[in-house]
């Protein structure tokens, strides 16, 4: 357990999110580390540049399989945390973070 409190990935932003088996996968985004480069917006149709705080914003925090591959497209371009990104893409099933993975086991690779 880390210092916050969160144990699993699946602990971060799930108390209101839908039913796992109609949308398994989820975006844990580090808002705090993003400077508005805009990789992730080029790539996802999930991901929107704001105008007025020149950061980018998923549109959809839970989404099912018809979007992973986009969304992971999106975690993989973003060149924050010296481009192992601050956006990572967690299947809920297993509890394992898909995108970007930088240490290739799984684990959750936020900064907390």
Known sequence: MSDDGIQRA???GS???PP???KP?????EANKCF???KCAEVSANWEMSI???MAQPTEY??????LEHNVRAAEVCPAKKDDGCIHVVDRRTDEEIAPDPHG???LSVDW
């Open 52 to 54: 007025a705080s020149g």
């Open 10 to 12: 699946s602990d971060v």
């Open 36 to 38: 508005g480069a805009g």
């Open 25 to 29: 996968y989820k975006i844990v985004f």
């Open 20 to 22: 796992v088996e109609e």
């Open 15 to 17: 108390s209101d999110a």
């Open 62 to 67: 839970f989404f099912g399989e018809e979007d």
């Open 105 to 107: 086991d799984g684990t």
